[in-house]
């Protein structure tokens, strides 16, 4: 194992981000059998993968590569990586995972003082955000059938007035959100979005239009899910204002804090979550901004006895659960049986560094995005679209200010084509009111202004050829 894990060590590169390889290039690299007759031992099975996928991988931790929500994983992190693969604990009976399991519990009880749950407060560990959406909808969906129509649905199935469940959400909201619908036999149509205003958070008039409106048809809305830190805006919902629509009807709160849940972990940042104390369920991600390697995220309950919708017990798994005694059963809280220890994760990271060192690795990244959206707000060729409520950049390559949107939205698409095949820089792609737009979501804490600089620098000259490109075709 030593000198199998030297060889990785090794073979993990610092160069560009990536080496801008296609599709082709990549299959073409791949076209020795996968399952050989007979292997080529572990030493070249290392070399042949160092060569061809590492150094073919994004590098997540390169201060170039700021394109999606995809983290620098934190030493900590990686030293827990090893660890609970080499034990290979599996969480779903307490047989398989004795001190793990008392540690991921351990774990969801300080995430739930984190977040300000009360003690009735619990959770488990998920593969990340969008389990976690899936099985808090899951959740209030039932509840709902049983208080509103004394349907057990685990039993029995979805009662026929299903087909009036509505699940409410903003229309920046994470796309599991109707996922999730689909999954619970539900439809995505069950869904229905909210407008947002201009720093792209939940709209309460629109909202309060929305829950009007759905009344009046005899809808039924039985989930309404807050975003705290929205995928390509990092935006916050008013989160008070929507636990208070909440709770009026009755209804499910679920905070979707995939992204933003790690504000927690900062003096100056934290208070923008309040109102996630709230919530009936929380969504967290550590393989995003807590730093962890994926996959990692949790579930959080408030009221922890919500578990019971999909409890169950299986007798070979947990005998002495079965028997009522004080085991932990941990797999009646997952959609998940056999499940990795990667509690590990933020536990190692929480008790290295602490929450005030965790906190300003979060800060200094908000810090360089207000940096970066300045920068761009003082080019000519650049047009900032939003002023970052965390480390999401969203901007446009504009070289004069006479195109219009459909030719920002094809020089856009060109330019960052050519940056995916450059490789000195990886940045994202989106739309934001149907025109292209470029992406920096800046999670590096090792990133400075002056790597920014230069990403624009290589967008430019990508933009350049582009523009190159295309007058050729035109003359
Ligand atoms: C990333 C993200 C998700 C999806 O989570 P995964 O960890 O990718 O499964 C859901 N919601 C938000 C807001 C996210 O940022």
Redesign the pocket.
Same mark, same amino acid.
């Given at each position: 194992m030593e000198s199998a894990v030297e060889a990785v060590l090794d073979a993990i590169g610092d160069d560009d981000p990536f080496t801008g390889a296609t599709p082709e290039d990549l299959a073409d690299k791949f076209d020795d059998p996968v399952v050989p007759e007979e292997g080529v031992g572990l030493d070249v099975a290392i070399d042949e993968v160092a060569e061809r996928v590492l150094a073919n991988s994004v590098d997540p931790s390169h201060p170039r590569c700021a394109a999606h929500?995809q983290c620098p994983p934190m030493i900590p992190g990686l030293a827990a990586e090893a660890m609970l693969s080499a034990t290979n604990q599996s969480l779903d009976s307490f047989d398989q995972a004795p001190s793990a399991t008392v540690l991921e519990q351990q774990v969801i009880d300080a995430l739930g003082h984190l977040f300000d749950l009360p003690a009735a407060a619990d959770g488990v560990f998920t593969?990340?955000?969008?389990?976690?959406?899936f099985q808090a909808l899951l959740l209030a969906r039932d509840r709902y059938c049983d208080r509103q129509f004394g349907r057990d649905v685990q039993q029995a199935g979805l009662p026929r007035k299903a087909k009036s469940l509505r699940v409410v959400c903003s229309e920046a909201? #994470?796309f599991?959100a109707k996922q999730a619908a689909h999954y619970l036999g539900l439809g995505e149509n069950a869904v229905v979005t909210v407008e947002t205003d201009d720093g792209h958070r939940m709209d309460l008039d629109a909202l309060d239009e929305t829950l009007s409106a759905l009344e009046r048809q005899g809808r039924e809305p039985f989930a309404i899910v807050g975003?705290a830190?929205?995928?390509d805006f990092g935006s916050i919902d008013p989160l008070p204002e929507l636990a208070e629509r909440a709770a009026e009807r009755d209804v499910w709160f679920h905070v979707?804090a995939?992204?933003g849940g790690a504000l927690a972990l900062s003096d100056e940042h934290g208070a923008r979550l309040a109102g996630i104390e709230r919530a009936d369920s929380v969504?967290v991600?550590f #393989?995003?901004l807590f730093y962890q390697p994926i996959?990692c995220?949790a579930l959080l309950l408030r009221d922890g006895d919500e578990f019971r919708w999909m409890a169950r017990n299986a007798a070979y798994l947990n005998p002495e659960a079965h028997d009522e005694t004080d085991v932990p059963n941990l797999v009646a809280k997952s959609v998940q049986t056999t499940r990795r220890f990667d509690a590990l994760k933020p536990y190692l990271a929480f008790r290295a560094l602490g929450r005030n060192r965790l906190g300003a690795l979060v800060e200094s990244t908000l810090d360089l995005a207000d940096d970066a959206a300045s920068l761009l707000d003082e080019a000519d060729d650049f047009q900032l679209v939003n002023d970052p409520a965390l480390n999401a950049v969203v901007f446009r390559y504009r070289p004069c200010k006479g195109l219009d949107d459909e030719a920002i939205s094809e020089l856009n698409a060109a330019v960052r084509e050519t940056l995916v095949y450059d490789g000195r820089a990886v940045v994202a792609r989106t739309d934001v009111e149907d025109v292209t737009s470029l992406k920096l979501t800046l999670l590096n804490p090792t990133a400075t202004l002056d790597d920014v600089a230069e990403t624009l620098d290589t967008i430019r000259e990508c933009g350049s050829a582009v523009e190159t490109a295309q007058y050729e075709v035109s003359a």
């Open positions: 929500l593969s990340g955000g969008t389990q976690s959406n909201a #994470h599991t975003t830190g929205t995928t979707d995939a992204y969504a991600d #393989h995003k996959s995220g």
